[in-house]
């Protein structure tokens, strides 16, 4: 079936540094959505993308949509503590909606 | 606020008892969802239902089931058949329609449930 290989699967870095995570498929998707979940929360979105080549801030985190429709990657600048979670993709295309399986940050005092 | 609610937000039950989870949204989207996450895991889709009065299996489906009589609720019952029932359970919603178009399958998630089986 389809699947999405994300990366990295857990990070630490120290605050203040910036971030970056991506996800990869052998499939096309039509869109790509970004979601942070915080401990015992449910996931919630954070960029959505609907154009290959696209690119999307939100404040600190940028997003883009990969120009062959089978990637994406999130960004993160400057990252400060409340940055913490795990931050998953999603690959959609018809009725389907395909998860990553998260990519868990870390943020060292 | 419109929203999807959840509840109970913690479950315990005893093993082989049937338990069944709330899931209610108020964004009057026609997609509803089951997903299952297991400590350190991603989402597993156990079943989603895009209009009332139908429903699809996902793909951990066995040992569940569901009911959407209503477009607002769609309850999932863990039975006694699920062999591995404790889990953080998350239900989500979304408008269908237009893959690609913005606003469109686009999840949302509610706060979910941990049932723990004892």
């Known amino acids: 079936g389809q699947q999405l290989n994300q990366s990295p699967q857990s990070m630490f870095i120290q605050e203040g540094e910036d971030v970056s995570m991506n996800c990869t498929s052998s499939?096309?998707?039509?869109?790509w959505l970004w979601y942070k979940q915080d401990p015992g929360e449910g996931p919630v979105l954070l960029i959505a993308l609907y154009k290959a080549g696209e690119l999307t801030s939100n404040g600190r985190l940028t997003a883009q949509f990969g120009i062959t429709r089978k990637d994406s990657f999130l960004n993160i600048s400057a990252s400060i503590p409340s940055d913490v979670g795990i931050y998953f993709c999603a690959g959609q295309r018809d009725d389907k909606i395909i998860f990553g399986k998260g990519t868990r940050l870390h943020i060292l005092p | 606020d419109g929203g999807i609610t959840q509840s109970p937000k913690y479950l315990f039950r005893k093993e082989g008892q049937n338990v069944t989870l709330s899931c209610e949204q108020n964004l009057n989207h026609d997609a509803m969802y089951w997903y299952r996450q297991d400590p350190g895991q991603g989402l597993r889709l156990i079943y989603y239902s895009q209009i009332v009065n139908d429903f699809q299996k996902g793909d951990i489906a066995e040992g569940y089931s569901v009911s959407r009589e209503k477009k607002e609720s769609f309850p999932l019952t863990v039975t006694s058949a699920q062999k591995n029932p404790t889990a953080f359970y998350l239900c989500?919603?979304?408008?269908?329609?237009?893959?690609?178009?913005?606003?469109?399958?686009?999840?949302?998630f509610g706060p979910g449930t941990r049932l723990t089986v004892l």
């Open positions: 989500a919603s979304s408008i269908v329609g237009g893959s690609g178009r913005a606003g469109y399958n686009e999840q949302f």
């Open positions: 499939s096309i998707f039509n869109t």
